[in-house]
């Protein structure tokens, strides 16, 4: 590669059109003769449906047609991931209909939806709707869900228990390990819900064309292939070559926009139905209480320790709340997302996790930035630091006895965990270095006692964390429960001009892909950045691709352009070598061009586009054109790692956290551009932060959410953050060709748990030995921590 591009801070192509008001969101999108829909919502989070009269709602003018559970109840949408009992039982699978006719099962369950010649119209019928509602008992905690006599959220689901599933070691020798242990640290926490909040909600439009028999919806999607294919296959058995599904620019997603939701298919049938488009946009309130929400685990972990503090074994016993249904990722997260990543940067040699996945009456849980991870993550660092806390010692030291020794995934073999993955590569130990030496610990710990001394709490928390990206590969995880692929697609199109078109299955919703992936191609191709133009979201013009998730973007979907580029300068070569009388085995390809090795003959690449179109002197054999498909299906998860620190200042008056400091090594393999990633890293970080002092859906007894607006629901402000310090260190991918290993989630996964390991830090410096304090620390809490 000449790296004329790779590694270096572009600015980011779309922003143009972003920052003067110039992106094309779903809303955005005005069809001739658009009506739009409202969804009537139940109010209650348990309760069976009497009966339903639409009567005075359809006889409002403007309202174009009503649908109910009784016209479309027999449609549901589909779990994605079947993972199955320890005792090898099928999961439970209750149906997630279109539109409840029998019994709604959490706030917001939709009932009915209204088509109207505009939305307030629709609103006003459907206000005019009278549903008789029985109210029933609700359950929200997933621990006690399972409990004798709790609410059954499905009838046919005994203890509202999905599916149990285990991961590690045999739990008997996990036990005996533990036994031998000479310390135990143990540690019971919540893991509290969060609710996404993307800046732009979801939308959706609907549009059928009955003289060409084909539907189109435009959805606020991560990832429109699947979508169709859901859609298609397993909800409306629609024929997927009459379905284009289209995602225009998504304003974030933050993984609640990977999933099918029911207003796709809704606002589908209905288009059908009422021969008109239809849209529909969510209310922020809506979003609340529909999008999929992350985290909400009950967990009590155990980590043992010999007399050297060396770790001999980790037990861990959680409950995982699904919410009402399944989600299309929902089964995988606790799971296969979570439970794999609890080896941690550490020779752990005994891991066993005990996981119960229960149903509640609660908005579904899905993936949230990390997935999994940041929750196996907070259960490993507040377990370590808590530790040294405990045994006297430094959490520093404790770490670096316990690290995983460097490995290059190349001379060395990759690391083989006792939670199935095998690590790629990782120098944990670097990290850690590098973030003291940027924190000047040996100083910091002299200003704390100083600190302390004058009335003021300070405390330093360490998050040493690694995760898995670009799920992988379809065979593994089919074999694993998947019910889809995990390859991606990258076609390049080389035009007569030699100008370039990228066609991508990955999906942008903030990441900066028309950037970074055209860098990738010009670096590659020796040729300006704006001769490259990147496509995505239509699943009309991409072939088939899975989308964006997990942090796969340029380790899954840059691998395969990459995999295409390779191809367009073979069959360069061999074009070249035409022309200028010699083997293809003699030309090389550097900086746009293919020049006869060890002389000046050379052709531009420009010069070979355009002999590929016009191929009067041309290669015999050789088809024209000059445009390549390829499907690259990675052979194992990528492993970003890093250290995260987090200073804090306490108010012992009032409990109030204030963070002073923030550090991030991360290493995220190779770099394409460093100012993108640091925004990733920015933004991760702002969200782990978020849960760990502000964020937390709460729920009342009756399930209702007492916290659904941004008056009640606290996320992060800039005076809530402080600069940031952010450092690399680059340990390449080895299996896939630009040695990247995805940035996307880094910041969210290891902030938190800096962050509250910080907070307790403080407080066992003046003495208040707390074990722990249910997030997010708000100051009543930390307060009420040092009352007790």
Known sequence: MSNKFIGKSVKRIEDKRF?????????????????????????????????????????????????????????????????NFKNGDIMKEPPHPLLVKDKVRHVGDAVVMVVAESREIAQDAAEAIIIDYEVLPAITDASKAVEAGAPLVHDDVPNNVCFDWEIGNPKAEVDEAMASAAHITTLEFVNQRVSPNAMEPRSYIGHYDGVYDKYTLYTSTQNPHLIRLLMCAFVLGLPEHKVRVVGPDVGGGFGSKIYHYTEEALVTLAAKKTGRPVKWTETRSEAFLTDAHGRDHVTKAEMGFDGDGKIVGLRIKTFANLGAYLSTFSTAVPTYLHGTLLQGLYTTPKIHLDMTCVFTNTTAVDAYRGAGRPEATYLLERLLDLSALEMGVDPTELRLKNFIPAFDGVTQPGYQTNVALQYDSGNYHGVLHRGLEMLGYEDFRKAQKEAAASGKLLGVGFSTYIEACGIAPSAVVGSLGARAGLYEVGQVRVQPTGKVSVFTGAHSHGQGHETTFAQVVADRLGIPMEDVDIIHGDSDTVAFGMGTYGSRSLAVGGSAIMKSLDKIIEKGAKIAAHKLECSPDDIEFTDGKFTVKGTDKSLGFGDIALTAYVP??????????????????????????????????????TGATKVKRFIAVDDVGNVINPMIVDGQIHGGLAQGIGQALLEGVEFDGNGQIINGSYMDYAMPRADDLPMFELDRQVTPCPHNPLGVKGAGEAGCIGSTPAVVNAVIDALWSAGHQVKDIRMPLTSERVWSAMQS
């Open 616 to 653: 009067h002197v041309y290669p015999a054999n050789l088809e024209p054109g000059l445009d390549f498909s390829s499907f690259y299906d990675p052979t194992n998860f990528t492993y970003p790692f890093g250290c995260h620190i987090a200073v804090v200042e306490v108010d012992k008056e």
């Open 19 to 83: 920052i003067t008001g110039k992106g094309r969101y779903t809303d955005d999108i005005n069809l001739p003769g658009m009506t739009h829909a409202y969804i009537l919502r139940s109010p209650y989070a348990h309760a069976r449906i009497k009966s339903i009269d639409t009567s005075a709602a359809a006889a409002m003018e403007g309202v174009v047609t009503i649908m109910t559970g009784d016209e479309v109840g027999h449609y549901g949408v589909p779990c994605g991931w079947q993972v």
